[in-house]
């Protein structure tokens, strides 16, 4: 028989106390204050101090938001739309004297060969600066697609001027090939490239026109409890002023004018910027490169004789994008036959444009009948009643009008750039004399509940 000795029972334990909540009873104080008036006058002045905070935080990420939109759009997306609109129009002149040289012979084709080189170092240049402002991989790969055909147009130009030289016919095929390259190649790349600039300008363009509306609703519910907050006052305290409210009322109403004034200005010069300086800029790059594709495509048919229908036909198509009713020169003299500064040009240049396309026909029907000669002299001589001559006076009326729209749009941009000048600080020193206002008008009505 085994003997089991059994321990004594264990004690009773007392309850566990529940956990301490400091944080609960923190609020629970907190509710309570709330129930009378020092308590409710320090709940009113957190509200204000969230609002208007949020208010100056908001208002001057908008303003230095802008300015640095502004700023980008004169320096980075600038940079880089000005340099793919130089590229695609570098590389269509380039495209049109090395054809126009081709037709030449002695002092003129050497000035025509001058001509095509100038051509392209602006584009080589163009190029090289696209390069350092490029942000997307796209971009990238079509900087890197131009660079790579640029030597192999190039090459085939200089060999078209070689076997021309010797007089070998076989000059005319390089000339076309390198036509070929440069338009199903080349300028396909440097027009997307183009394009992609232009909207990277345009989103810019947006985003520093928006109205900041964040902030100015957070300033107009900060003034709404201000002015509840003082009407409030003045039924508890019969007191109709409280300074400290009132000047936080001002300052506010100050800050709201001008976040208001600047965001109204910046926007206006802004669009100003496009609407006299980009949109004009557009439609003129267009037309000076249809031009000189028109330009090229002339030259083509006229080293084939007139006997190149392809090439007959491209010409018809970008003359007729250019000066027929509602093409480009068109839709420019409708849209800024008005402008003091653009009008004058812009005629000129639908003159001559129209000029230089009645030509054409008889210089083709020169070449065809078989008097070559006097069909290169009208199209490429030194006369005043040549087609070069009409040609050269439209290139030079839509680059005086490129460069008339590209002042104004340096200075639409500067314009707005200056009109934020300042404004961050100034609302910065706005918001903190509102929460000192603030907190000073309602620390004076706690204090009197202590005294």
């Known amino acids: ?121 602006d584009a080589t240049v ?112 019969n007191r109709v002023f409280n300074l400290g409210l009132l000047g936080a009322t001002v300052a506010l ?36 490169i249809t031009a000189q594709q028109a330009r090229a495509e002339e030259s083509l048919l006229l080293i084939a004789r007139g006997e190149d229908a392809a090439a007959a036909e491209r010409y018809a198509e970008q003359t007729a994008l250019l000066i027929d009713d509602g093409g480009l020169l068109d839709r420019l003299g409708e849209a800024y036959g008005d402008d003091p500064a653009l009008s004058e040009p812009l005629a000129e240049a639908r003159e001559s444009a129209a000029t230089w396309s009645q030509g054409h026909d008889e210089v083709i029907k020169l070449a065809k009948d078989g008097s070559y000669t006097e069909a290169v002299d009208l199209a490429v001589g030194d006369d005043d009643q040549s087609l070069a001559a009409s040609f050269d006076m439209l290139d030079r009326k839509l680059t005086e009008a490129t460069r008339i729209s590209a002042d104004r749009f340096v200075s639409a941009t500067g314009d707005a750039q200056r009109s934020l000048s300042g404004a961050a600080v100034g609302l910065s020193a706005l918001c903190l004399l509102a929460l000192v206002s603030s907190a000073i008008g309602i620390q004076m009505r706690v204090a009197e509940y202590h005294a």
């Open 253 to 288: 109403i100050g800050f709201a004018g001008w976040l208001t004034l600047v965001a109204l200005a910046s926007a206006s010069h802004t669009d100003r910027s496009h609407e006299d300086g980009a949109e004009p800029l557009e439609l003129l790059a267009e037309a000076h």
């Open 126 to 237: 163009a190029l090289t600066t696209a390069a350092g402002e490029v942000e997307t991989a796209e971009d990238a790969q079509l900087i890197a697609e131009l660079n790579a055909r640029l030597p192999v147009y190039t090459g085939l130009v200089e060999s078209a001027r070689t076997f021309n030289r010797l007089g070998e016919p076989v000059g005319a095929t390089y000339q076309r090939q390198a036509s070929t390259v440069m338009r199903s190649e080349m300028l396909p790349a440097a027009n997307t490239l183009q394009h992609n600039a232009i909207n990277q300008l345009s989103e810019a363009r947006s985003a520093a026109a928006a109205f900041p509306w964040p902030a100015v609703v957070l300033t107009a519910l900060a003034l709404g409890v201000l002015i509840w907050a003082q009407l409030w006052l003045t039924g508890r305290t």
């Open 1 to 121: 028989m085994k003997l089991t000795v059994q321990s004594p029972p264990a004690p009773p334990q007392a309850p566990t106390a529940p956990a301490a909540d400091p944080g609960g009873r923190r609020f629970s104080r907190a509710l309570a204050a709330l129930r009378y008036t020092p308590g409710r006058l320090r709940g009113l002045l957190a509200v204000l101090v969230v609002l208007i905070l949020g208010a100056g935080v908001t208002g001057m990420t908008a303003i230095l938001g802008k300015s640095a939109v502004i700023e980008e759009t004169t320096t980075q997306s600038g940079r880089l739309s000005v340099a793919a609109l130089e590229l695609y129009q570098a590389l269509s002149q380039a495209d049109s004297t090395a054809a126009s040289s081709y037709l030449t012979a002695g002092t003129a084709s050497e000035e025509a060969r001058a001509a095509h080189q100038e051509a392209l170092r």
